[in-house]
């Protein structure tokens, strides 16, 4: 698979798709014309001055300095795999896309990355990892946007420059939070107790993964799937991988940092070349579609909550399995653009603030990013369906739209009727009940609950893990120049557990403090204290 394979299906072009530069047996300009000297510019005698008017020259160098494009704002250090989605067909039945059809076999590309390092930076830092994958469906492009950690940071999306602001290094030395200055990242989770639960995954082995190819994905929000007869239900996907789930000690990930920084990279394409394709089974969580969107107290609209899967076990809908490597990083990679809005018949968003916010996002970065609005059009973009859009121009336009009436209905090239209605196979949002609301900026009171979901994980630690964990706090704590700050982790400690929050103290030399939110206040619903019970502590 690779970009010359995408089939640009129904894109109304007379120009050659996905062409191959660096090909035939003569070197040109980027015109065609043949070249018989590229090492020399034209100059006023051997040892004179350079003409302007060597256009191979400044094509040369023109082309050279406008190679870079910015890199994504987040998650710009990724690594990428093309493979096929198979539907087992045990979704069938809550959703009407084509694609979760059983045995339709589903074109895929996957991109995996770290969220805060910059392009060149080191694979195994302890970060999220992105997990995006963008099914070339006959229906259309579905994009699901996810991460290996199934909580975020904050319920808003408002909130998203600030949290990422904190995490970026400091605008005075430009050096990655990772390696110095800690306080801004420790400051805003500890002043947005929100934070807590991702925070907390981040600082166990989730945060530095063994192999991408070991990473569990989620799609974090809540969606809503429809099915043919318009039923709907609510649902979390789920990547679950075939290798199982495996990560890196803080050593390892450290020495691997220096001594390969590569590292997920380098063992996602050898694995590949290898024959070893990597694979993931998709599942899904399901819950009723009811007026609240709560299920046994958890609010669903809340992305900093999971439910357990002991009270919604994950069903399995399908399997991915990743079999071939990009053949060029920059055209596919790089150029590659996710989007939660890419939805397909079946397949519907909730009103989840985070989501929402996401929803403007990403096309309007990839705007500037991949240098204005056609990057629909580049390869590994292109849907494998028929397009027949009413979009025009615009800077890298590829397309040559034909007739004369972008815009319906209209009575020219032919006419044609008004849209709406006329096509059953088309997208239709659920018609998902509104409900009569004052408008305010206010978040919802079932978002107040910060800390209950951290001690379930904690609680479903070994101890091991807890180990790792106690130790992840204390060395990046360390970090922090402020000793305020340390001191309000412990606190935001103190309301997780009492011992972590003793082991962390002492590795910083701090008095323990009292949990400030007693943990009878936190409230949290029945199901989860019954389950908190039931899960092992050792
Ligand atoms: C990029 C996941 C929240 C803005 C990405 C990527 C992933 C991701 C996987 C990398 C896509 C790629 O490989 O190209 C998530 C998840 C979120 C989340 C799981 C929360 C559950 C947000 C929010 C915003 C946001 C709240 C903004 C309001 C962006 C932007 C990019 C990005 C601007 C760069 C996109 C590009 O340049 O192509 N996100 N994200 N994300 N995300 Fe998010």
């Known amino acids: 698979r690779g970009p010359d394979t995408y089939s640009p299906t129904g894109q109304e072009t007379g120009t050659p798709q996905g062409r191959v530069a660096q090909d035939g047996a003569h070197l040109t300009t980027a015109q065609g014309a043949r070249l018989y000297d590229t090492d020399h510019s034209l100059k006023a005698g051997p040892r004179g001055p350079v003409l302007l008017q060597d256009h191979h ?26 493979g096929v989605f198979r539907a087992y067909g045990a979704a ?64 808003d999306a408002i909130k998203f420059p600030d949290v990422i602001h904190a995490g970026k290094p400091h605008p005075d030395r430009e050096i990655p939070q990772a390696q110095s200055a800690h306080d801004t990242f420790w400051d805003f989770v500890t002043l947005h107790t929100e934070a807590t639960h991702h925070t907390l995954w981040n600082m166990s082995d989730r945060g530095i993964p063994r192999s991408y190819r070991m990473m569990e994905g989620f799609g974090v929000h809540t969606f809503r799937l429809v099915n043919a007869e318009g039923a709907t239900t609510l649902v979390k996907f789920h990547w679950k991988p075939k290798l199982g789930v495996h990560s890196l000690v803080w050593e390892e990930a450290q020495i691997t940092a220096g001594m390969d920084p590569d590292f997920h990279r380098r063992d996602l394409a050898d ?18 579609d009811t007026e609240d969107q709560m299920f046994e107290g958890i609010d ?12 919604a076990p994950v069903r399995a809908i399908g399997l991915m399995t990743l079999d071939a490597n990009p053949s060029n990083f920059f055209a596919e990679t790089e150029q590659v653009a996710f989007h939660l ?59 040559v739209h034909r007739g004369v009436a972008p815009y319906r209905p209209h009575s020219l090239d032919g006419g044609c009727p008004f849209l709406a209605g006329a096509d059953t196979g088309a997208y239709i949002e659920v018609p998902a009940e509104v409900p009569a609301a004052r408008k305010v900026r206010d978040a919802a009171a079932s ?11 904690w609680l479903s630690m070994t101890p091991t893990e807890r180990e790792h964990i106690a130790a992840a706090y204390t060395f990046e704590l360390g970090k922090c120049w402020e000793k305020a700050i340390k001191e309000r982790a412990l606190k935001v400690l103190a309301n997780i557990d009492p011992d972590l929050c003793t082991q ?15 943990f009878a206040a936190v409230e949290p619903s029945p199901a989860l204290s019954q389950l908190s019970e039931q899960w092992p502590v050792d």
């Open 57 to 82: 020259l400044r094509e040369k160098i023109t082309h050279f300095d406008h190679e870079r494009i910015p890199e994504r704002v987040v998650h710009a250090r990724g690594a990428a795999a093309h």
């Open 92 to 155: 069938a039945g809550i959703s009407k896309a084509a694609f979760l059809a059983e045995g339709v076999e589903t074109p895929v590309f996957v991109r995996f990355s770290t969220v805060l390092g910059s392009r060149g930076s080191a694979d195994t830092v302890r970060d999220t990892r992105g997990f995006a994958t963008k099914f070339y469906t006959q229906e259309g492009v579905f994009d699901l946007v996810g991460n290996n950690i199934p909580v975020f940071f904050i319920q």
């Open 271 to 288: 694995a590949i070349e290898a024959g070893a394709f990597p694979q993931w089974e998709l599942g899904v969580q399901t819950f009723p």
């Open 300 to 311: 669903l609209l809340d992305p900093t909550k999971i439910v357990p899967e002991e009270l």
């Open 341 to 399: 809005g890419h939805l397909v018949p079946g397949i519907d968003v909730t009103d989840d603030p985070l989501l929402q916010g996401r929803l403007f996002s990403y096309l309007d970065t990839q705007i500037s990013r991949l240098g204005g609005p056609n990057f629909g059009q580049l390869p590994i973009n292109r849907t494998h369906a028929p397009v027949n859009d009413m979009l025009r121009d615009g800077m890298h336009q590829t397309a």
């Open 447 to 457: 978002f107040d609950d910060h800390f209950s979901q951290a001690r379930l994980f």
């Open 504 to 518: 962390v103290a002492s590795g910083l030399g701090l008095p323990v403090p009292e949990a400030s939110v007693p």
